[in-house]
């Protein structure tokens, strides 16, 4: 998972405020997905984005919950008005092209690991 | 509804034994992935396998495609404690473009 980064690792925010998720993907790589993961789970799918464009926001509530994947910068997860339910592991991963086999492999960041007090 | 399972959920063993990682579903993949997670990290890709019946081996490990691709195997001989960790699996069905994660499976090999 060498290159992709997320910032910050460890975020506390309180019932109501607002948290800003940030990814940067590997060098080349243009396509960004966002999972979450609860204690003792798997990954469960949130939002997939290319550079300005959102591809499958199925996984991601509808309501206080967005991201986006602008051209110049990192993809950013945000998180309104948090509840306690919120708190998770949040992962980003980016891949170099449409997913479809070998060498279109995602890798992943180290985390955003989110509590909500 | 959980489109690709895995078993067992949990496995703790100790270090030399072999185990075998399960994951099934009844959809086709085009390719399947493992990772391997520990604590407090994001997942590492351990291998991706793309044709129906193709035996992949690192190491110690070795990871196997289902022949109608819709199941793999991980197989770990003589474990040691340092394989102790969450394994995922990982698919993207044909036609998709997005990874569906299993279940996962939690080992933990004992000194």
């Known amino acids: 998972n060498a290159g992709v980064m997320q910032n910050p690792r460890h975020l506390v925010r309180r019932r109501g405020q607002e948290a800003r998720l940030r990814c940067s993907p590997m060098k080349g790589h243009s396509h960004v997905y966002w999972y979450r993961q609860l204690p003792e789970e798997g990954l469960k799918f949130m939002v997939y984005l290319q550079k300005e464009n959102i591809i499958d926001e199925s996984g991601m509530p509808k309501e206080r919950f967005s991201a986006e994947f602008p051209k110049e910068g990192p993809s950013i997860l945000r998180i309104q008005q948090v509840v306690r339910g919120d708190s998770a592991a949040y992962f980003c991963?980016?891949?170099?092209?449409?997913?479809?086999?070998?060498?279109?492999?995602?890798?992943f960041g180290p985390g955003t690991r989110l509590t909500v007090l | 509804t959980q489109l690709l399972e895995q078993s067992p959920q949990f496995l703790s063993i100790q270090e030399g034994e072999n185990l075998t990682v399960y994951c099934n579903s009844s959809s086709v993949f085009s390719s399947l992935q493992w990772y391997r997670q520990e604590p407090g990290e994001g997942p590492v890709l351990l291998v991706t396998?793309?044709?129906?019946?193709e035996v992949k081996k690192l190491k110690r490990l070795t990871f196997q495609f289902g022949d109608a691709r819709k199941d793999s195997s991980l197989h770990i001989t003589a474990a040691q404690p340092g394989d102790t960790g969450l394994y995922l699996c990982?698919?993207?069905?044909?036609?998709?473009?997005?990874?569906?994660f299993g279940t996962g499976t939690r080992l933990k090999v004992l000194a």
């Open positions: 396998v793309v044709t129906g019946g």
């Open positions: 990982a698919g993207v069905r044909i036609g998709t473009y997005k990874y569906i």
């Open positions: 991963a980016s891949s170099p092209n449409w997913v479809t086999g070998p060498g279109d492999e995602q890798f």
